[in-house]
């Protein structure tokens, strides 16, 4: 069964980012998970990783929750916006044979937890109530499980673990 959870919202306060950045940053340090860190000027961050230099400025984080997944993005536009890059194919590079990549603005986020279980579908829950309480007022969340509506655990464990 695929599982996908979906985001989006807008900052309450573009003032609070660096918080957030700070913030979901050690929570990933603690839990050991990669980050990569995105400027607004498509620079490296000390301990971030490499980030495209993209047409369109964002500034936030990308949180490896696990290794087999697409990351948690905390990414957001120059108005606050949650805003995640997509990549599509725009033809053969210039003589080189190698496919370019364009970017592409995507105002919802996605992570797929099917891989991970109920314990890593719990986890992400977690963290986007922490963003919605703390920083995401209005983040609207459609989870396939409808976990994030009932928090029913036992029966998430049994749709997603089959026990």
């Not at 400025?57 to 990414?75: M, N, R, S, Y």
């Not at 995640?84 to 995507?106: E, K």
């Amino acid at each position: 069964m695929r599982v996908t959870v979906r985001y989006s919202g807008t900052l309450n306060d573009l003032s609070s980012l660096p918080r957030l950045r700070e913030e979901f940053a050690d929570i990933a340090a603690i839990q050991g998970w990669p980050v990569d860190s995105l400027d607004r000027d498509g620079g490296r961050r000390p301990g971030g990783g490499r980030t495209l230099a993209p047409p369109l400025a964002l500034e936030g984080l990308k949180v490896v929750v696990h290794p087999q997944t697409d990351p948690l993005w905390l990414t957001f536009d120059e108005t606050g916006v949650l805003t995640r890059l997509g990549s599509y194919p725009i033809g053969p590079g210039a003589g080189t044979g190698r496919q370019r990549i364009g970017f592409l603005h995507q105002s919802q986020a996605s992570m797929q937890t099917s891989i991970g279980g109920s314990g890593l579908h719990r986890t992400l829950i977690g963290l986007l109530d922490h963003l919605k309480r703390s920083y995401v007022q209005d983040l609207n969340v459609q989870d396939d499980t409808g976990y994030w509506l009932d928090r029913d655990a036992d029966a998430l464990r049994r749709l997603m673990d089959g026990r």
